[in-house]
């Protein structure tokens, strides 16, 4: 595969840093305040909008933990997997365009809230909150961001294809 082909996606990578960034800008610019309500997006409980910091990373795992370890764990390892994963991502040519597209789009989740944790001394800036009606025991889903979700999403959409992938190679 031509080195441009494996350029293209990060097109989304560059999107995803961009909208992350400048919609953690509009909320804190706005409502500078951490615990600040914003919105009830729907007026039914449904999705708030409400700016909240995350010192630590999913679920609030590691929030106890020293500085030192902090800055360890969540900004030199994410460095590392990211640098190993756009070493793999170029130089190998077993992935499909789908799996191209989404390893870009976990890079630039990745990258946006590495922004944040490198730049933003505070914590991650978090604005999005769901109900989730008690599913896995949560009243709300833990507060997330634009950056969140892409890895979220584009990492499930990589592990669907994978298995994909994988399930028609074993048919042939």
């Not at 990373?57 to 030199?76: N, T």
Request: with cysteine; hydrophobic share 50%; aromatic share 14%.
């Amino acid at each position: 595969m031509k080195y441009k082909q494996k350029l293209f996606p990060f097109i989304l990578t560059f999107c995803i840093v961009v909208v992350d960034q400048l919609s953690k800008a509009f909320i804190v610019s706005r409502w500078p305040r951490e615990g600040t309500f914003i919105k009830d997006v729907f007026g039914n409980d449904l999705l708030w909008i409400i700016h909240v910091r995350n010192k630590a990373i999913a679920f609030s795992l590691g929030d106890g933990l020293p500085d030192q370890v902090r800055v360890l764990l969540f900004i030199m390892v994410p460095i590392v997997v990211l640098g190993v994963l756009l070493v793999y991502y170029f130089k190998t040519d077993e992935f499909t365009t789908l799996q191209r597209w989404v390893v870009a789009g976990i890079i630039g989740g990745g990258l946006g809230n590495l922004i944040d944790r490198i730049w933003r001394p505070d914590g991650v800036v978090d604005f999005i909150s769901v109900n989730v009606y008690g599913f896995l025991g949560f009243a709300r889903w833990p507060t997330f961001n634009i950056a969140d979700s892409s890895v979220v999403i584009c990492g499930i959409l990589l592990v669907i294809s994978i298995l994909f992938v994988a399930k028609n190679t074993h048919k042939e």
